[in-house]
């Protein structure tokens, strides 16, 4: 018989993704579990397997088209069918044209199961098929929780928001051909989600920096004298360790406020971010649970995460769900930079290069190393006063580690 | 679009895609629109059961001062009212299809493969028809009972319904609702009626609060009810059958019967279709299998009704003919009640809609329970039916309405309150704020919800 295979879900709120490569063709036959497509979708390359052993029988997309969760993507014939020999498929009057549209939206809706528990009215409930609504995930406002067509309206609009960001208005750029040459080229889908999505946090959250310095002098000693040829200590894995500890201490920085519901969402988890600079652009893989884990472990983590973002192997799921982010450019320079937070978090603390500052200690100038960290934080729910102790509690953990111990 | 079957669920279909403008052929092998529910079901059964209604109620009139004496039954005269009930509606079905300008074609349809169907013309004429889309509603047939031998004597719902002549013995065979309705009929016109189940109630899988209540009064009236019987061996004997009926405890008893109907369920038709010549697969049961928009694994063909599952309903089959025509044109629809209602129509009448007792406790959901006595209700006191019950099965916590069940006299045209309140996610305190007529059965619903949220007007409950 023949399979009409349609994309599947891919990660929560990835409602579509853009066919980079399509490694198989017409008249393949492949085994169940075979890569028959890859995704780009919010960053991440997705391989897509094959449902079922088959052959392909139709391929129903391009590389490059942007396809959605529930559409068809091929037709595969399954072994053993009953299907025909060639001559008696000839016989058969030619599918009309109206039958992939209709399949399409047949997969907009929802599966009963997800339905059978909430509580609305047959209406509502066609409205949110008719919107590719999930019921199940829309939170009813009536008594008892009884979904209401606005909230389904409101639940299919908030889709849309965090979907793609707002497109922020821009003027029409300027003939550039008029001064010399220029080229165009596409953007990339990385790059078109890094873009939309910097904008909207740009746009939607009021952004504020603050500067401190950090005396590592000690810390890159310890730092070099635990680090072995398997295992070389860098400081990141450091502050990644202090982050989840300021977390636990200012729980404003582990916070996402939400203006609609006029709620702040507080986080009992502690998974930091940290930005990876790959070939395709900025990623953000995420190291759960970092509070439970010792700096060892974290720094081979990182190791092994930022290995497969430069591989682009990462998972849509692997660059969700972080609490706070560290972006670190003192591989690269930098004495010290405003970096955008990567919402829906609260704040991101910059890492440029440390460097050599003559410091006043004991009526003396001397020689330390030392670190200009800088923490951009979302104005809305953080007050100045306290990102500055926020940002002044990591410094004085940089120097003084046992604070981790004490206070952490 | 080609549709198989013209019941209410194959008619409703092709109706709905022929008004959302889709070219559709109906295949049936009737002259008209209307298959099994009103040719041979639902319809000439509550026409008979209207009729039998009226020599039961006649003759309880006599209670209340009326007597009307003994009815004289003209059975010719009865058979053309229910033909003409019937010849009536069906045409009214054949008028509404040319209307639409639905190409009819009587015939036995067979699949050729997933894009065509071979037509046997009643005079052995064949045609072939190509479709883009075949929606299959080729309904269900009576299970035979396999010690029954095929005998003018042994009938099963359809020859039941055309009333040769009223036995002086019928035995029934098999509890079931078709079973209990055909017995209320003949009753009614006078034979002595006995009902074989094997099952330890009547109507396996109904509430048991609800069948005790029929169960009392079939008792008075019928000869006799054998639960935990089965039927064993038939045998023809002098002008009759001898049946021969083994009980729980193994005991075995040799009845004589003038005649006997067996209905024992009812199998889906998925045999003969050609249905092996597309991709189309069925259950062990035998029932097509379908996804929510009642498509097959053959993405050219569709089923609906009977044939597509349980439960064996014409108005799920209307509601699925729909879902299957407005997918197939390119809307979003799909099949997912949240209460299908039932009614069994004797005397008294059995519905429900929604989660029943019995479900609840074998799917382990949580629900409080509040009934509400027809003792309690004017109305039933003034039709002299107290009878009956109104229960509601409710979400413990938030009074959520899950699933109502009534009986008591004409509560099939009660249950559709439940209906919506069920699909609306009402609560019982909805039910409980609307307003009812009074005098009404309808009320019953209220008190019931009254009940659920504390207080009763007619219905004393101590609180605890």
Redo the contacts between chains.
Sequence with gaps: MITEFKLPELGENILSGTVVKIPVKTGDSVKKEDTVLEIEASKATIEVPSPVDGIIREIAVQEGQEIKVGQLIMKIQTEGAKGAPEGKTEAKAPPPAQHAPIREEKAAAPPPETAEEVAAAPSVRRLARERAVDISKVKGSGPAGRILEEDVIAYARGIKKEQPAPEIQQELLPDFTQWGEIECVPMGATRLHIARHLSAAWHVIPHVTHFDKADITELEITLKKYSTRERALTITPFLIKIAASALKLFPHFNASVDMRKREIAYKKYFNIGVAVDTEKGLVVPVIRDVDKKNIFAIADELKEVSKRARANKLTIAEMQGGCFTITNLGGIGCTSFAPIIHWPEAAILGVPRSRWEPVYIDKQFVPRKVLTLSLSFDHRIIDGAEAARFLRWICQTAEQPLLLEMEG | MLVLGAGPGGYAAAFMAADLGLAVTLVDEEINPGGVCLFRGCIPSKALLHASKLISDSREAAGIGIDFGKPVIDLKKLREWKDHVVQKLTAGLGQLCARRTIHYIRGHGRFL????MEVKGSEGAEQKI???HAIVASGSKPVTLPVASASRRVLDSTSALNLEDIPGQLLIVGGGYIGLEMGTVYCELGAEVSVVEMAPNLLPGTDSDLTDVLHARLARHFKSIMLTTRVTKVEEEGGGLRATLQGQDGKISRQHFDKMLVAIGRTPNSKGLGL??T?AELTPDGFLRVD??R?T????IHAIGDVAGEPMLAHKATHEGRVAAI??????????P?AIPSVIFTNPEIAWCGVTETEARKRNIRFTITKFPWAASGRAATINRMDGFTKLILHPD???ILGVGIVGDGCGELISEGVVAI???A?A?DLELCIHPHPTLSETIMESAQLATGYGTHFFKPQS
Excluded: C, I, V
């Design positions: 493969d997933s894009g065509s190509s479709f883009d092996e010549n991709d929510p928009q498509a694994t053959d993405p050219r997918s197939l044109s390119g809307g979003k629809a799909a099949f997912e949240r938030t009074g959520r699909e609306m996610g609560r305190s």
